[in-house]
């Protein structure tokens, strides 16, 4: 994967303070080289004590940055940016207090908002006739939904004919019993439909999924599921009709991401996600992909496998040929149903610990898993050899991953993985899945490692404390990405207390692989 988060000169420090949660930028050009980032300063990221809007401005592409400016918005919340003139500069937020500046973000006037009954805004889009529009999110009741673990989300289009002073709800985008589509970026396409990317929120590993409207927000397509795992995108078209996209990345390995590319490429459907944070884990032999790990965190593989969206009428088969050498009492795994734990001579599901099945050592073993209406059955070199229930509407049953078990990390292991095979039925979102993958076909990750940019990595921090981000095209054609960053690694990093205001400068060369 092309990666700049090594690199020091690609990197700027907007805002940090000991002892402030600051996060949530969003970053926008004023003018030939004039930039404005608003964000939020806090004490910490759950149920802060105070949270306020703070606006910083550069006049050099982002090398520096003004003090701090405060907004009077006490309750402020992922602030976004928009530009309604060549002279008007509009700040909307959560809270439903925005402010305009008139002098490129050196002051700001508040005014009140009414009709926004949903949160995490949308940058406002403008249409023809001085029809403005922007997206939010709620969730509905306070009754968690177990296949979510958490009530469900409502997305809603909002639509304001007076210059955001007032909105009124247009459409629902988005509503998904086992879905959690939020945090929706749109899109105006060349051809004048509006093209809308969203957060999933489950936790299961399910992608971003994107929706289209062709009659200026009214009514949306139903959600198409796309290769991008991730939180709040920001997505934008560039002047040669593709689209750039970045997002906090949420597959097994973390950080701030982006993604350059076509709208039929983005709604091309899920596509395998990875962790092996050892350039030198896995390898490649004659028998198969190595994975050979010690116990930790440093080099740990895992992939992340297209999960089943409801299981209650869902229908999947995994097949796996694998050989474990050595392992410690963790294992390498299988996530089906629950975790299977190999090790030499065992494969042992967690849901049943006491219960474990045979595996032949010393050579290669066909692996069958089959589950239909909550009942996960094993085969082992073509013979049953169990069959255990799981839950069929929860969110535990939904995932599917191989490689080291989460977060089981603890865990040196010596195996080796000749092929993997996914099938999976999905009548409720009349959806079929098929994935074969075999050692022949190299990195079982591969597309995202040839297509996502890692903009900076943070694998270590909690995943609140980074990857909420805003991006703007520079004059000369560049780009550059404002997010906020927690640095798992250092020393003073505290989850959930700890994140500051970081920039990126990258290119659409950037995205190459050499």
Not at 17 to 35: H, N
Not at 59 to 87: F, Q, V
Not at 305 to 327: F, G
Not at 495 to 501: D, E, F, G
């Amino acid at each position: 994967m092309p990666s700049l988060s090594d690199d020091p000169t690609r990197h700027v420090v907007i805002d940090r303070r000991p002892g402030r949660y600051i996060a949530f930028p969003d970053v926008i050009r004023t003018g030939k080289e004039s930039l404005v980032v608003a964000y939020n300063e806090a004490d910490k990221h759950v149920r802060p004590t105070s949270r306020v809007l703070v606006v910083k401005t550069s006049r050099d592409n982002g090398k520096t940055w003004s003090e701090p400016i405060y907004l009077d918005s006490p309750t402020s919340h992922c602030p976004r940016l928009y530009m309604a003139s060549d002279n008007e500069l509009i700040i909307s937020d959560s809270s439903r207090i925005f402010h305009r500046s008139l002098n490129n973000g050196r002051s700001w006037i508040p005014f009140p908002t009414t009709g926004l009954t949903h949160d995490m805004h949308d940058r406002i889009m403008s249409l023809d006739n001085n029809v403005l529009l922007t997206t939010g999110h709620r969730h509905l009741g306070s009754e968690e939904h177990p296949a979510i673990r958490q009530p469900p989300t409502q997305q809603m289009i909002f639509r304001s004919k007076d210059h955001g002073l007032n909105w009124a709800t247009h459409s629902i985008l988005a509503e998904h019993r086992n879905l959690v589509l939020c945090e929706a970026s749109m899109t105006r396409l060349p051809n004048g439909c509006i093209l809308a990317l969203m957060r999933e929120n489950s936790f299961v590993f399910e992608p971003m999924y994107c929706s289209i409207s062709t009659d200026n927000g009214a009514s949306w397509s139903a959600p198409v599921d796309t290769p991008l795992m991730g939180h709040r995108p920001t997505m934008g078209l560039l002047p040669d009709g593709r689209l750039l996209v970045t997002y906090r990345n949420v597959g097994p390995d973390w950080g701030t991401s982006a993604w350059s590319g076509t709208v039929n490429e983005l709604m091309s459907g899920f596509r395998v996600h990875g962790l092996a944070a050892d350039l030198n884990n896995p390898t490649f032999t004659q028998d198969g992909m190595r994975i050979h790990n010690t116990p930790g965190s440093e080099s740990v593989v895992r992939y992340a496998l297209r999960p089943m969206t409801d299981p209650r009428t869902a229908t999947a088969t995994l097949e796996a040929e694998v050989r474990v050498d050595t392992a410690d009492t963790n294992g390498c795994g299988i996530r089906f149903g629950t975790w299977w734990r190999l090790t030499p001579g065992n494969i042992t599901p967690d849901a049943k610990e006491s219960f474990s099945t045979p595996l032949p050592t010393g050579q290669f073993n066909r692996i069958r898993f089959h589950y239909a209406d909550g009942v996960v059955t094993l085969h082992v070199n073509d013979t049953k050899a169990a069959a255990i229930s799981v839950d069929p509407d929860h969110a535990e049953t939904r995932p599917i991953m191989f490689g080291a078990p989460y977060p089981f990390e603890d865990n040196g292991v010596d195996c080796i993985w000749r092929r993997v095979n996914l099938n999976i039925m999905e009548p409720a979102y009349e959806r079929k899945y098929t994935w074969h993958w075999k050692a022949e076909n190299g990195l079982p990750d591969h597309w995202v490692r040839d297509h996502v940019l890692e903009l900076r990595n943070d694998r270590h921090a909690a995943a609140p404390d980074f990857g909420y981000s805003g991006w703007t095209r520079l004059k000369d054609g560049t780009f550059f990405c404002a997010y906020h960053h927690g640095g798992g690694t250092k020393a003073e990093y505290e989850p959930l207390h700890s994140s500051h205001i970081a920039g990126t400068w990258f290119t659409l060369d950037d995205f190459t692989t050499d």
